[in-house]
């Protein structure tokens, strides 16, 4: 059971290095939300593997809906009259 955790870990610890850099591209985003969601994971993980499997569901569900949210914001247009 374990192995499905830590596969779910790493998926989300990608997912936000991938919005991180996509944002990271035209603007320079906040780090301390994607710290949240990098810390939340590892918490996430290091819960499900000592046995506390509900808990590690709820945390993993917070730090996916953390990371759809920073996904979903608007792009700054005022960076992208910045870069152009």
Do not use: C, K
Request: glycine letters at 6%; a negative charge; aromatic letters at 18%.
């Amino acid at each position: 059971m374990g192995f499905y955790f830590n596969f779910f870990a790493i998926v989300l610890f990608l997912a936000t290095a991938a919005v991180f850099v996509w944002r990271s591209r035209t603007q320079r985003p906040r780090i301390m939300p994607y710290a949240v969601t990098v810390g939340g994971t590892m918490i996430a993980m290091f819960a499900a593997n000592s046995g506390a499997f509900y808990s590690a569901i709820v945390i993993f569900a917070a730090a996916g809906f953390l990371l759809v949210h920073q996904a979903s914001q608007p792009f700054d247009e005022e960076a992208d009259d910045q870069n152009a």
